[in-house]
């Protein structure tokens, strides 16, 4: 429970990609690259946004920010099926051509939930992962952020280019 008085502010990230990402969207991103990606949420979407333009907007929260406010700091919204289109355009790697609907997203999360049991299953085909990516969507408004703290994120296409280069350049070490 939150304490009433408390001065807090609240950010609100999108999905971080970028440089030293660590999370199961790089790997989605190198199963990708290695053309080993079999398909793609077909109604996923995400307000996506660069590493360091979520610092940058936690850094101007605590500076800028109003004390009980909340600030989404994300860049513009994009479903998984335009990231990966965008992703073909910079790298020329064909983007994969399944695009799997919801309802076929949970079936897989149950199937790999029973799978899970007996071996533990992680990253991108984890059950958990499979249900985030059934469907839902994690987008939302960063107006706020950009009218009251000054936040400017780079575009989605500035943000994956350097996350493909990255991810192509040490794949290649």
Same mark, same amino acid.
């Given at each position: 429970?939150?304490?009433?008085?408390?001065?807090? *502010?609240?950010?609100?990230?999108?999905?971080?990609?970028?440089?030293?990402?660590? #999370?199961?969207?790089?790997?989605?991103?190198?199963?990708?690259?290695?053309?080993?990606?079999?398909?793609?949420?077909?109604?996923?979407?995400?307000?996506?946004?660069?590493?360091?333009?979520?610092?940058?907007?936690?850094?101007?929260?605590?500076?800028?920010?109003?004390?009980?406010?909340?600030?989404?700091?994300?860049?513009?919204?994009?479903?998984?099926?335009?990231?990966? &289109?965008?992703?073909?355009?910079?790298?020329?790697?064909?983007?994969?051509? @399944?695009?799997?609907?919801? &309802?076929?997203?949970?079936?897989? #999360?149950?199937?790999?939930?029973?799978?899970? +049991?007996?071996?533990?299953?992680?990253?991108?085909?984890?059950?958990?992962?499979?249900?985030? @990516?059934?469907?839902?969507?994690?987008?939302?408004?960063?107006?706020?952020?950009?009218?009251?703290?000054?936040?400017?994120?780079?575009?989605?296409? *500035?943000? @994956?280019?350097?996350? @493909?280069?990255?991810?192509?350049? +040490? #794949?290649?070490?």
């Amino acid at each position: 429970m939150i304490r009433a008085g408390l001065p807090l *502010v609240i950010v609100m990230p999108g999905a971080v990609i970028g440089p030293g990402d660590t #999370s199961d969207v790089r790997g989605m991103f190198l199963d990708y690259l290695r053309q080993r990606l079999p398909m793609i949420p077909a109604r996923q979407a995400m307000a996506w946004a660069h590493v360091d333009d979520i610092v940058e907007g936690h850094i101007l929260a605590m500076e800028k920010g109003t004390i009980g406010e909340s600030y989404i700091i994300a860049g513009e919204p994009h479903a998984m099926t335009d990231v990966f &289109a965008m992703a073909e355009r910079q790298t020329g790697i064909p983007a994969p051509r @399944l695009h799997a609907p919801p &309802a076929m997203m949970r079936l897989m #999360s149950g199937i790999m939930g029973v799978v899970d +049991k007996v071996v533990p299953v992680e990253g991108q085909y984890s059950p958990e992962m499979l249900r985030v @990516l059934s469907g839902v969507t994690y987008i939302g408004s960063n107006a706020k952020a950009k009218r009251e703290l000054g936040y400017d994120p780079r575009p989605l296409e *500035v943000a @994956l280019r350097e996350t @493909l280069e990255e991810l192509q350049r +040490k #794949s290649a070490e």
